[in-house]
C-alpha cells in the first residue's frame, strides 16, 4: 500500500513540472527575460550575524571518499555518533550534531536539500548515500540554534545543501572509479537545459567487499569485511511560471544494504521521497513547499557467542510528510522582514522478532511505533544601519506525540504485554537575535544569542535496540530538549578573499536525551539535566593564486550536567564527543580541470560510553586528490584516504573493537560532454 501510495504522489508532483517544460520551450518569447536558477529565495541578510560558513563545489571536490559526510567533515565540530562513514556505519547512528552537543545517535543539527528536512521520519538519522557530493552546488552551514523554516530541531545548528544545475555540471558526465579492494563507484548526471528551464538526471552505485572492521585479534570463524551496496537515482526539473517565479519538482529514490562484523549481520535502508516547491522573487518574495518521504529499515543481530541471529528487525516504515510557506515583503533597502509557517508530521512503526541464540527458537515479537508533528510560526527582521546589521528572529512551535504504543506477543502469537502511551502536545516558543558591526572595512565584530526546541524521535520513544553486548531501552516518556546559546565572534577579510573568521560559544541543552547506563550491559534513553558545551571555532579561507588553503579548528569543552538516577554522569563528557576536531585541506588547480589536493583531519579523544569507561584513540588521518585532464572530455581520477592507514577505532564497548577505513586507494576516469 505505501509504494502504490507513494508512486501517485511523486506522479502528483512531477506531473506539473514536466507539463511547463514545454510552455518553457517558448519562454523566449516573453517581454521580461526569464532566469531560472533552481534556488530558494537568496541569502538571508542575518547569516553573517550568525557566521555561516559556504562549502562550494571546488572545495567538496578535494574529498578523497566521494561521500558527503566526508565534505562536511571540513568544517571542524561536525560529528556524526560514530566516526564510520556511510560504507561501515549502522545507518541508524549516522545522526548529525556540532559542538559536542551529542549524547546519543540523533540528529541535533537540521540538514535541508533544497529546503527538504533530510532525517529519516522515524530514527532521525541522515541517509548519507543518498545525497552525493557530485550532485550539489553549495552547502551552507550554520553552527548554534535556529528558528527559521523548520527550525525545531535545529539546536546545534543547520546544514542547507543546494542542488547543482546546468550552470554548475557538464551536459553529461559519467564517473567510474575501482579502488584496491576492488569496489566500485560508478555515477552519472544528465543536465539538458528545457527552454526557460532545465532538468538534471543523476545516479550513482557503489558497491564493495568493504574492509575488515574487526581486529585481527576478536576475529572468528564468522567475522566478515564490512560489505556494501548501495545506489541512489534523483530527477529534478525546474520551470518557469512567469518572469519571477518558477517551479520545482524533485524526486528521488535509493536503496543502501551493509553488512557488519558478523555473517549474516545486514542493515538496510530505502527510501523514495518527492518535493514541490514554488519560488517567487519578485517585489513580494515567498517560498512555498511540499514534500512527502517513505522510508523503510531493517537490521538483523547476530550473536557474538553462537554467531546465529537474535534479533530481527525485519521492517520500520516510516512516513514523513511537511510544507513550508515563507513571505518577504518589500520593506525597503537594507531591510529584510522573513514571515513564514512549516508543518512536518512523521508516523513509523518497528516491527521486529526476537530469538534464542542458542536454540533459533522464536522468543518474543515486538511492535512499537507511533507519531508525532510540529507545526511551526515564525518571524524574523534584519536591519541593516550602516556598518551596523541587526536581527531578531521569534518562533512558536506546536508540538504533539500520539499514538505511541508498544507491544510485544510470544513465539505462540499470544500478546503478553500491551502499553498505550498517553497523547502529549504543547506550545513552546524560540527566539534568536544578533548583531554585527563593521568596525572597519577588514574586521567586524558580532554576537548573537538564541533558544531552539528538538521533539525526541519515534526511535528514542518506542524502539528499544542491542549493539553487543549492551542493550539501550527505549523511553516513552521523553521531554523535549530546549537549547540557550551565546556566542561572539570577529570575521577578518583581508582581501582577495582571504576570509577568517574565529567564534566563542556558550551552548546549554537542557533535558538532554542520552543513553544513560542503569546496568550491566543495559542503557536507557533518558533525559539528563543539561548538556553545556563551551568552546572556540576558528575557519580560515586562503586563495593564493592557484593554491588555496582552507583550514577549521573547534575546541569544545562539553559537560553533562545530571541528577538523581543519572547523577553518575555529572560532570562528565558526552558520549563520542572529542575535544579537539581540526581539519585543513591544501589544494593546488595549476590549470582548468587541473586539482591536486590533500586534506590532514585530527579528532580528538572520546569516550564510548556515557560513564568514560571506554576510550577511543585520538586519530589523525591524511587524504589525498589528484585529477589530470586529458584532453577536453576526459579526467583522470586518483584518490587516496587514510594514505597514512592510521588505526581508527569507531567503536569500543567492554574491549570489543571497531575499526574505521584503513589505507585506501582509487583510481578512475571522469568522462564530459558539453559546456
Same mark, same amino acid.
Given at each position: 500500500?505505501?509504494?502504490?501510495?507513494?508512486?501517485?504522489?511523486?506522479?502528483?508532483?512531477?506531473?506539473?513540472?514536466?507539463?511547463?517544460?514545454?510552455?518553457?520551450?517558448?519562454?523566449?518569447?516573453?517581454?521580461?527575460?526569464?532566469?531560472?536558477?533552481?534556488?530558494?529565495?537568496?541569502?538571508?541578510?542575518?547569516?553573517?550575524?550568525?557566521?555561516?560558513?559556504?562549502?562550494?563545489?571546488?572545495?567538496?571536490?578535494?574529498?578523497?571518499?566521494?561521500?558527503?559526510?566526508?565534505?562536511?567533515?571540513?568544517?571542524?565540530?561536525?560529528?556524526?555518533?560514530? $566516526?564510520?562513514?556511510?560504507?561501515?556505519?549502522?545507518?541508524?547512528?549516522?545522526?548529525?550534531?556540532?559542538?559536542?552537543?551529542?549524547?546519543?545517535?540523533?540528529?541535533?543539527?537540521?540538514?535541508?536539500?533544497?529546503?527538504?528536512?533530510?532525517?529519516?521520519?522515524?530514527?532521525?538519522?541522515?541517509?548519507?548515500?543518498?545525497?552525493?557530493?557530485?550532485?550539489?552546488?553549495?552547502?551552507?552551514?550554520?553552527?548554534?540554534?535556529?528558528?527559521?523554516?523548520?527550525?525545531?530541531?535545529?539546536?546545534?545548528?543547520?546544514?542547507?545543501?543546494?542542488?547543482?544545475?546546468?550552470?554548475?555540471?557538464?551536459?553529461?558526465?559519467?564517473?567510474?572509479?575501482?579502488?584496491?579492494?576492488?569496489?566500485?563507484?560508478?555515477?552519472?548526471?544528465?543536465?539538458?537545459?528545457?527552454?526557460?528551464?532545465?532538468?538534471?538526471?543523476?545516479?550513482?552505485?557503489?558497491?564493495?567487499?568493504?574492509?575488515?572492521?574487526? =581486529?585481527?585479534?576478536?576475529?572468528?570463524?564468522?567475522?566478515?569485511?564490512?560489505?556494501?551496496?548501495?545506489?541512489?537515482?534523483?530527477?529534478?526539473?525546474?520551470?518557469?511560471?512567469? =518572469?519571477?517565479?518558477?517551479?520545482?519538482?524533485?524526486?528521488?529514490?535509493?536503496?543502501?544494504?551493509?553488512?557488519?562484523?558478523?555473517?549474516?549481520?545486514?542493515?538496510?535502508?530505502?527510501?523514495?521521497?518527492?518535493?514541490?516547491?514554488?519560488?517567487?522573487?519578485?517585489?513580494?518574495?515567498?517560498?512555498?513547499?511540499?514534500?512527502?518521504?517513505?522510508?523503510?529499515?531493517?537490521?538483523?543481530?547476530?550473536?557474538?557467542?553462537?554467531?546465529?541471529?537474535?534479533?530481527?528487525?525485519?521492517?520500520?516504515?516510516?512516513?514523513?510528510?511537511?510544507?513550508?510557506?515563507? %513571505?518577504?515583503?518589500?520593506?525597503?533597502?537594507?531591510?529584510?522582514?522573513?514571515?513564514?509557517?512549516?508543518?512536518?508530521?512523521?508516523?513509523?512503526?518497528?516491527?521486529?522478532?526476537?530469538?534464542?541464540?542458542?536454540?533459533?527458537?522464536?522468543?518474543?515479537?515486538?511492535?512499537?511505533?507511533?507519531?508525532?508533528?510540529?507545526?511551526?510560526?515564525?518571524?524574523?527582521?534584519?536591519?541593516? %544601519?550602516?556598518?551596523?546589521?541587526?536581527?531578531?528572529?521569534?518562533?512558536?512551535?506546536?508540538?504533539?506525540?500520539?499514538?505511541?504504543?508498544?507491544?510485544?506477543?510470544?513465539?505462540?502469537?499470544?500478546?503478553?504485554?500491551?502499553?498505550?502511551?498517553?497523547?502529549?502536545?504543547?506550545?513552546?516558543?524560540?527566539?534568536?537575535?544578533?548583531?554585527?558591526?563593521?568596525?572597519?572595512?577588514?574586521?567586524?565584530?558580532?554576537?548573537?544569542?538564541?533558544?531552539?526546541?528538538?521533539?525526541?524521535?519515534?526511535?528514542?520513544?518506542? $524502539?528499544?535496540?542491542?549493539?553487543?553486548?549492551?542493550?539501550?531501552?527505549?523511553?516513552?516518556?521523553?521531554?523535549?530538549?530546549?537549547?540557550?546559546?551565546?556566542?561572539?565572534?570577529?570575521?577578518?577579510?583581508?582581501?582577495?578573499?582571504?576570509?577568517?573568521?574565529?567564534?566563542?560559544?556558550?551552548?546549554?541543552?537542557?533535558?538532554?536525551?542520552?543513553?544513560?547506563?542503569?546496568?550491566?550491559?543495559?542503557?536507557?534513553?533518558?533525559?539528563?539535566?543539561?548538556?553545556?558545551?563551551?568552546?572556540?571555532?576558528?575557519?580560515?579561507?586562503?586563495?593564493?593564486?592557484?593554491?588555496?588553503?582552507?583550514?577549521?579548528?573547534?575546541?569544545?569543552?562539553?559537560?553533562?550536567?545530571?541528577?538523581?538516577?543519572?547523577?553518575?554522569?555529572?560532570?562528565?563528557?558526552?558520549?563520542?564527543?572529542?575535544?579537539?576536531?581540526?581539519?585543513?585541506?591544501?589544494?593546488?588547480?595549476?590549470?582548468?580541470?587541473?586539482?591536486?589536493?590533500?586534506?590532514?583531519?585530527?579528532?580528538?579523544?572520546?569516550?564510548?560510553?556515557?560513564?568514560?569507561?571506554?576510550?577511543?584513540?585520538?586519530?589523525?588521518?591524511?587524504?589525498?586528490?589528484?585529477?589530470?585532464?586529458?584532453?577536453?572530455?576526459?579526467?583522470?581520477?586518483?584518490?587516496?584516504?587514510? %594514505?597514512?592507514?592510521?588505526?581508527?577505532?569507531?567503536?569500543?564497548?567492554?574491549?570489543?573493537?571497531?575499526?574505521?577505513?584503513?589505507?585506501?586507494?582509487?583510481?578512475?576516469?571522469?568522462?564530459?560532454?558539453?559546456?
Amino acid at each position: 500500500m505505501a509504494r502504490t501510495i507513494m508512486r501517485r504522489t511523486l506522479a502528483s508532483l512531477a506531473l506539473p513540472a514536466i507539463a511547463l517544460l514545454p510552455a518553457a520551450v517558448h519562454a523566449e518569447d516573453a517581454p521580461q527575460e526569464i532566469v531560472v536558477t533552481g534556488r530558494g529565495l537568496d541569502r538571508s541578510q542575518s547569516d553573517p550575524v550568525y557566521a555561516a560558513v559556504t562549502i562550494d563545489s571546488a572545495r567538496a571536490a578535494a574529498s578523497a571518499s566521494g561521500r558527503l559526510e566526508d565534505v562536511l567533515s571540513s568544517v571542524a565540530g561536525f560529528q556524526q555518533f560514530r $566516526r564510520s562513514d556511510s560504507r561501515s556505519a549502522n545507518p541508524s547512528a549516522q545522526g548529525v550534531t556540532f559542538r559536542g552537543l551529542g549524547g546519543n545517535a540523533s540528529s541535533r543539527t537540521l540538514l535541508l536539500l533544497d529546503g527538504v528536512p533530510q532525517a529519516d521520519p522515524f530514527f532521525g538519522f541522515i541517509p548519507f548515500s543518498a545525497i552525493t557530493p557530485e550532485r550539489l552546488r553549495a552547502a551552507q552551514v550554520t553552527r548554534g540554534g535556529g528558528s527559521g523554516a523548520f527550525g525545531a530541531g535545529a539546536v546545534a545548528g543547520t546544514i542547507e545543501l543546494q542542488s547543482a544545475g546546468p550552470d554548475d555540471l557538464a551536459f553529461l558526465e559519467a564517473r567510474a572509479l575501482v579502488n584496491d579492494r576492488g569496489e566500485t563507484e560508478l555515477g552519472a548526471t544528465l543536465a539538458p537545459n528545457l527552454g526557460g528551464g532545465f532538468a538534471v538526471l543523476s545516479g550513482r552505485w557503489d558497491r564493495g567487499q568493504g574492509f575488515w572492521t574487526t =581486529p585481527p585479534a576478536q576475529r572468528v570463524p564468522a567475522s566478515v569485511r564490512a560489505g556494501y551496496d548501495s545506489w541512489s537515482a534523483a530527477l529534478r526539473g525546474v520551470a518557469p511560471i512567469t =518572469p519571477d517565479i518558477e517551479l520545482q519538482a524533485r524526486v528521488q529514490a535509493y536503496d543502501d544494504r551493509r553488512e557488519l562484523r558478523f555473517a549474516g549481520a545486514r542493515n538496510t535502508s530505502s527510501g523514495q521521497d518527492a518535493s514541490l516547491r514554488l519560488v517567487g522573487k519578485g517585489a513580494w518574495q515567498f517560498d512555498a513547499l511540499a514534500y512527502v518521504q517513505v522510508r523503510n529499515f531493517s537490521s538483523l543481530v547476530i550473536s557474538s557467542t553462537s554467531f546465529r541471529k537474535s534479533l530481527d528487525q525485519y521492517r520500520t516504515p516510516a512516513t514523513g510528510l511537511g510544507a513550508k510557506l515563507e %513571505l518577504r515583503p518589500p520593506v525597503g533597502s537594507g531591510h529584510e522582514l522573513r514571515l513564514g509557517a512549516d508543518w512536518r508530521l512523521g508516523t513509523g512503526r518497528t516491527q521486529e522478532t526476537a530469538y534464542n541464540a542458542g536454540t533459533g527458537a522464536v522468543t518474543v515479537r515486538r511492535r512499537a511505533g507511533g507519531r508525532n508533528s510540529d507545526l511551526g510560526l515564525y518571524l524574523e527582521d534584519t536591519l541593516t %544601519l550602516g556598518t551596523l546589521e541587526v536581527t531578531g528572529g521569534l518562533r512558536a512551535d506546536r508540538w504533539t506525540v500520539s499514538r505511541g504504543s508498544y507491544a510485544e506477543t510470544n513465539a505462540a502469537g499470544t500478546p503478553t504485554l500491551t502499553n498505550l502511551f498517553a497523547d502529549r502536545s504543547g506550545w513552546e516558543a524560540s527566539w534568536r537575535g544578533g548583531a554585527r558591526w563593521q568596525l572597519a572595512p577588514v574586521v567586524a565584530l558580532r554576537g548573537a544569542a538564541y533558544t531552539g526546541l528538538r521533539q525526541p524521535t519515534l526511535n528514542e520513544l518506542y $524502539r528499544p535496540f542491542a549493539v553487543f553486548p549492551v542493550t539501550t531501552r527505549a523511553n516513552a516518556a521523553l521531554r523535549n530538549e530546549d537549547l540557550l546559546g551565546y556566542e561572539a565572534g570577529i570575521d577578518l577579510n583581508l582581501g582577495g578573499d582571504i576570509r577568517i573568521g574565529a567564534t566563542l560559544f556558550d551552548n546549554k541543552v537542557r533535558h538532554a536525551i542520552a543513553n544513560v547506563t542503569i546496568g550491566t550491559n543495559l542503557r536507557e534513553r533518558r533525559n539528563v539535566d543539561a548538556i553545556r558545551s563551551r568552546g572556540a571555532e576558528l575557519d580560515l579561507a586562503v586563495p593564493l593564486g592557484a593554491l588555496r588553503f582552507d583550514g577549521s579548528l573547534a575546541l569544545i569543552d562539553a559537560k553533562v550536567r545530571a541528577s538523581g538516577a543519572s547523577a553518575a554522569l555529572d560532570g562528565k563528557r558526552p558520549a563520542q564527543v572529542p575535544r579537539i576536531a581540526a581539519s585543513a585541506t591544501l589544494a593546488w588547480t595549476p590549470a582548468p580541470g587541473w586539482l591536486v589536493a590533500g586534506t590532514l583531519r585530527h579528532t580528538g579523544v572520546q569516550f564510548e560510553d556515557d560513564l568514560q569507561t571506554d576510550r577511543l584513540p585520538a586519530a589523525t588521518t591524511f587524504d589525498a586528490v589528484v585529477r589530470i585532464p586529458l584532453g577536453k572530455r576526459l579526467t583522470v581520477v586518483l584518490r587516496g584516504e587514510n %594514505l597514512t592507514d592510521e588505526t581508527v577505532v569507531t567503536r569500543n564497548q567492554g574491549g570489543s573493537i571497531d575499526y574505521g577505513t584503513p589505507r585506501t586507494l582509487w583510481a578512475g576516469v571522469s568522462v564530459a560532454i558539453g559546456r
